[in-house]
């Protein structure tokens, strides 16, 4: 079973609707969640972390963990064309889980 | 500005070849990571290194070695190509704390012929 698991999509939405992105994870021991994003024929770049349970916001990005049940969350408020891309969760414990990735296209 | 940086971007090259992708950063981070990912597909962990001499292989067993000599290099060799090892590379380092995250370059894509 992997650590880290995460629904590939494709998750298709109009501009300006909100993206609701989830993954699962099992590892316990894990204290430290972020979201990435990668663009097309690019690296993954950090858009946020979190620690522990509770929300984290950053502009129109909300990050959830909630640890009881093991969920990790990403809004994505007022979607854009430019927020087209795979979003991929990750946790830590001495290095980084990540999730299969989303692919998330933002229809103009 | 520190970053991390990955040469050559695009590799076209005929099978049996040796290759080196290489790959630096000037964050002074001692944690690097070589990734594997297919198109479309997840991030696979192939080798990591928390220092100076010290290499580990990751969750995905790879041909490839890697080498650690100097704190901000940390190349990928492949002795001998092959069309499976068709790829991109992802190379990646974070600091002490591994909550300040991984910085990612921007890949090495690398096509066996």
């Known amino acids: 079973q992997k650590e880290v698991e995460q629904d590939p999509g494709p998750l298709s939405v109009p501009e300006g609707a909100i993206v609701s992105l989830n993954c699962t994870y099992s590892n316990s021991a894990f204290q430290y969640f972020m979201w990435y994003r990668q663009y097309s024929r690019k690296g993954p770049e950090l858009l946020m972390y979190t620690y522990s349970s509770g929300n984290k916001e950053d502009g129109r990005f909300t990050a959830q963990v909630d640890k009881s049940s093991k969920y990790i969350s990403l809004f994505i408020r007022d979607s854009q064309p430019s927020d087209s891309a795979t979003y991929l969760c990750a946790a830590n414990d001495y290095k980084l889980s990540f999730g299969a990735g989303t692919t998330v296209t933002v229809r103009a | 500005e520190a970053d991390i940086y990955q040469t050559p971007r695009y590799l076209v090259i005929g099978t049996g070849k040796k290759i080196t992708l290489e790959c630096s950063q000037t964050m002074g981070h001692d944690k690097m990571y070589w990734y594997q990912q297919d198109p479309g597909m997840e991030l696979h962990l192939i080798h990591y290194?928390?220092?100076?001499?010290?290499?580990e292989k990751g969750d995905l067993s790879s041909e490839s070695t890697v080498s650690r000599i100097r704190t901000e290099h940390f190349p990928l060799t492949l002795e001998s190509a092959r069309p499976s090892h068709t790829s991109q590379y992802l190379c990646a380092s974070s600091g002490v704390k591994t909550v300040s995250g991984y910085t990612f370059g921007s890949g090495t894509r690398l096509t066996v012929v």
């Open positions: 290194s928390y220092g100076v001499n010290s290499t």
